[in-house]
């Protein structure tokens, strides 16, 4: 994954926010495994999924997140690289060009 | 390495650690018109009918009802009818649906299913398993209750369109005179459908039509089955039935005093009709217990109205002796809704379904031969007793 990549929330899926609470909704076919799943991101991923706005870079987004939150920059990187790269995987976010 | 994202299911409860959203799940009836004429069914009308096509909602009165739903949390919509698929819109409305993040639970009798709906399932999942009714394995069978030719081949297609594309669906049935001799076909058939881990789900208690046609509600009558019968069907899996019976007395017995409402009714959900009125539960549709959509909203509704109608009492002193302190209300079919369309009331006791209920408590053991559900003081010792045996 390039540190200057750019990624957004795909048109496969639906974001929502129901109650404080993110849920993402399959909308195209195969996102998830089974066919009625929803999807929820653990604390670490919610920060980093409000990030993922079609206009930052990786890197922009390590540098932001790295002063709103306590830690090592190495530490929060390896978190934007692996939730991106997972979400990625699952279809969630596509790379913006 | 641990994944960032967690998979729910919605149908496990828990989803909110805090505060439930207003709206969980909303019925819509899109249609109260259906290609098929099923002499057993409580709302059909012709398809061609066009008094009533044109008072139906609108494609967009439709999608702001959607709209609304999801801003106030509605993840699950069921789209009901009369036949859903009538709907010149109704790819629209799914689409529209589905974008705005909401799970969608067809109810079809899969007659409208052509190629390009199940290639359309297929492509945007409604990630919910459509429930698709089937009324014989023969095409006599069928078309005897559907009374329409060519019916019975066209619901096939579309069942076969359903599983060459692999969207998932689940088969019911109904427990009708006509295909009484095919349950055991029906049930072996029914294996075949992928999605189908659970013998099909039969209706067999048939409910009079809402519009209160006589004609029809004496043909209706007639198609009930004796409670003798109905316990037989019940008991097919007998071990099965008892250990379903045992957890549903574990969980809900209890007289339910004069409060009429002891049910989910308006509880996060709600159903709208073809017509604009939002209306506690699907099949309730008793006039005072009505939300019309053209002079409010949703939320009003459902802060509003609703608790209003979940807290009206019972009247009527035959429901105040008998359903009020009666321990089997749980299994039995009276509730408002239903009180409503025998007896345009809302606390009248139903007699048949009353007959029902002690049929089944009797065959358990809960009641003696001459023993009526209301006057059972120790009621509670005999239902410890049915669960712990
Ligand atoms: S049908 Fe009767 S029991 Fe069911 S939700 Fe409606 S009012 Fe309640
Ligand atoms: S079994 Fe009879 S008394 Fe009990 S709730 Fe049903 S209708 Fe009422």
Not at chain 2, 132 to 159: D, R
Not at chain 2, 279 to 300: I, N, V, W
Request: glycine share 4%.
């Amino acid at each position: 994954m390039k540190s200057d990549a750019v990624y957004a929330p795909s048109d496969d899926i639906v974001a929502r926010n129901i109650e404080g609470e993110l849920i993402i909704v399959p909308l195209a076919a195969g996102v998830g495994d089974m066919e009625d799943e929803l999807f929820t991101l653990n604390e670490t991923g919610r920060a980093i999924w409000d990030e993922l706005d079609g206009k930052k870079t990786i890197t922009e987004i390590v540098q932001n997140l790295s002063v709103e939150y306590d830690g090592e920059e190495g530490e929060i990187e390896a978190d934007v690289i692996g939730i991106a790269a997972e979400l990625l995987k699952r279809r969630m976010i596509v790379a913006v060009t | 390495m641990s994944s960032y994202i967690e998979k729910i299911r919605s149908d496990k409860a828990a989803l909110w650690c805090d505060s439930a959203p207003l709206l969980t799940s909303l019925d819509i009836e899109l249609t109260e018109r259906c290609n098929n004429n099923c002499v057993h069914c409580y709302i059909n009308l012709p398809a061609e009918n066009i008094a009533a096509r044109e008072r139906e909602l609108t494609t967009d009165k439709i999608k702001n009802i959607l709209d609304e739903a999801a801003s106030l949390g509605c993840l699950h919509v069921k789209f009901t009818g009369g036949e859903p698929l009538l709907r010149k819109d109704f790819e629209d409305i799914y689409l529209f649906t589905r974008k705005l993040g909401i799970k969608v639970l067809l109810f079809t009798n899969a007659v409208l299913i052509t190629p390009y709906m199940a290639d359309l399932f297929s492509e945007i999942p409604p990630l919910q398993q459509i429930e698709v009714t089937l009324y014989g394995l023969k095409k006599e069978t069928y078309e005897s209750v559907t009374n329409v030719n060519g019916s019975f081949e066209a619901a096939q297609q579309g069942i076969q369109l359903l599983l060459e594309k692999k969207v998932p669906f689940v088969v019911k049935g109904s427990t009708l005179l006509q295909n009484r001799e095919e349950f055991d076909a029906f049930e072996a058939w029914a294996t075949n459908i992928p999605d189908m881990n659970r013998p099909p789900a039969y209706t067999m208690f048939y409910h009079l039509r809402s519009n209160k046609d006589e004609e029809k509600n004496r043909a209706i009558r007639k198609l009930r089955l004796p409670p003798e019968n109905v316990l037989n069907i019940l008991t097919r899996r007998s071990p099965e039935y008892i250990k379903e019976m045992k957890s549903f007395f574990e969980k809900f017995t209890q007289p339910p005093g004069d409060h009429l409402f002891s049910c989910s009714a308006a509880k996060a959900k709600g159903s709208v009709d073809s017509y604009g009125f939002f209306k506690p539960c699907l099949m309730l549709r008793a006039p005072d217990t009505l939300y019309d959509l053209k002079k409010g909203s949703l939320k009003e509704a459902l802060t509003d109205f609703f608790p209003k109608v979940q807290q009206l009492k019972a009247e009527n002193s035959d429901y105040l002796k008998r359903c009020a302190r009666c321990f089997l209300k749980g299994i039995c079919e009276q509730c408002p809704a239903i009180s409503w369309l025998e007896n345009s009331t809302l606390d009248t006791p139903v007699d048949y379904f009353c007959d029902v209920a002690h049929t089944q408590a009797r065959h358990l053991g809960l009641l003696r031969e001459d023993e009526m559900s209301w006057n059972i003081p120790d009621w509670e010792t005999r239902i410890k007793r049915f669960c712990s045996g």
